[in-house]
């Protein structure tokens, strides 16, 4: 069984560095580090920019189909590069339809689909944590009851991290703040960017989304609870 990925710069693979200009400071998406996690194959097809609409039309979803055999599952994940273009990507519209196409598809070859919501950006606003994605997260949750499709809640997940963190701690999911750690400086690009990930934060989410595979799959269901062990009178 293989794992695939479709989405955008936040679940893609790492550009080794070459944004920042040290190898010791990527920018990567999650989907770069699941592997470490699971067990099974993992084949990120997911690219910076992407949209629902660009993801197909520039032959990325063909290459994922083509490569689908029965018993895989598929991780979709798109949505900031989506509400860029509301004209012909809106929640409801565009970007619904698209995301219900690939479903189908996933299903047709007798695959699995599992939908994510966006993670969040890092933006923080006299200390609390904005919402940015608007009714984007609540489209792909719509999606997973009305197609019966589990969701991996990742906007609900990061804004927990980041909110658990706290505003200075978290920066070090970041390239700016990872930096700074080491006495590094970036540019001034990198220096606001508080969506694409380094290496700490694309395992941190990378990890939560690996749990949430396993489960879905039932490893540990079938394990002997150990609650009369634990339990005291």
Do not use: C
């Not at 990120?44 to 063909?62: C, I, P, Q, V, Y």
């Not at 001034?188 to 989304?209: I, Q």
């Amino acid at each position: 069984m293989t794992i695939h990925l479709a989405g955008d710069s936040t679940v893609a693979p790492t550009d080794g560095g070459a944004t920042s200009g040290r190898p010791d400071l990527p920018l990567l998406g999650w989907g770069d580090e699941l592997g470490r996690f699971m067990d099974e194959d993992v084949r990120n097809h997911a690219k910076g920019g992407a949209t629902t609409e660009s993801f197909r039309e520039e032959g990325l979803w063909d290459s994922l189909a083509g490569e689908l055999a029965a018993g895989d599952t598929v991780v979709i994940q798109f949505g900031h590069n989506d509400q860029k273009q509301p004209e012909t990507l809106s929640s409801g519209g565009g970007y619904r339809e698209r995301i219900t196409a690939f479903v189908a598809e996933v299903r047709a070859a007798g695959a699995v689909p599992v939908l994510a919501t966006s993670v969040e950006r890092r933006m923080f606003e006299d200390g609390a944590l904005r919402y940015s994605h608007g009714p984007y997260p609540a489209e792909v949750r719509s999606l997973g009851r009305a197609l019966d499709v589990p969701v991996v809640d990742l906007t609900v997940f990061t804004r927990w991290l980041y909110t658990w963190l706290g505003e200075g701690e978290s920066a070090a999911l970041f390239v700016h703040g990872a930096a700074a750690a080491i006495g590094a400086e970036v540019d001034e690009k990198l220096g606001n960017d508080n969506t694409h990930y380094t290496t700490a934060g694309a395992a941190a989410v990378a990890r939560f989304v690996a749990e949430e595979l396993k489960a879905l799959r039932g490893v540990g269901d079938d394990e002997e609870p150990l609650g009369k062990w634990m339990v005291r009178p």
